[in-house]
């Protein structure tokens, strides 16, 4: 446990029981918003993990730059 582990339960210890049931609800609050964090993390893993079972490979080899020099050559022909 660490130095500021053991301060902060030494505090609740020297509390009346009324101020801890704030700490509590304090304490549930902030696990909560972790909680949500890696749920969500966790949640947007799976849908990532499902798309790409449905990704495939390409049959054919694509030559980009081949591609965007005609496009641009059709596009802009008239121009020049």
Do not use: C, H, W
């Not at 660490?2 to 902060?8: F, G, I, K, N």
């Not at 909560?32 to 749920?39: E, F, R």
């Not at 990532?48 to 591609?67: H, I, M």
């Amino acid at each position: 446990m660490t130095m500021l582990q053991e301060q902060a339960i030494e505090m609740i210890k020297r509390m009346p029981d009324e101020k801890v049931s704030y700490v509590v609800n304090i304490l549930e609050g902030i696990e909560g918003l972790y909680s949500d964090q890696t749920a969500k993390e966790t949640k947007a893993q799976k849908a990532y993990q499902n798309l790409q079972r449905f990704r495939k490979s390409g049959l054919t080899e694509r030559d980009y730059k081949k591609e965007l020099a005609e496009a641009l050559e059709a596009k802009y022909e008239g121009i020049g």
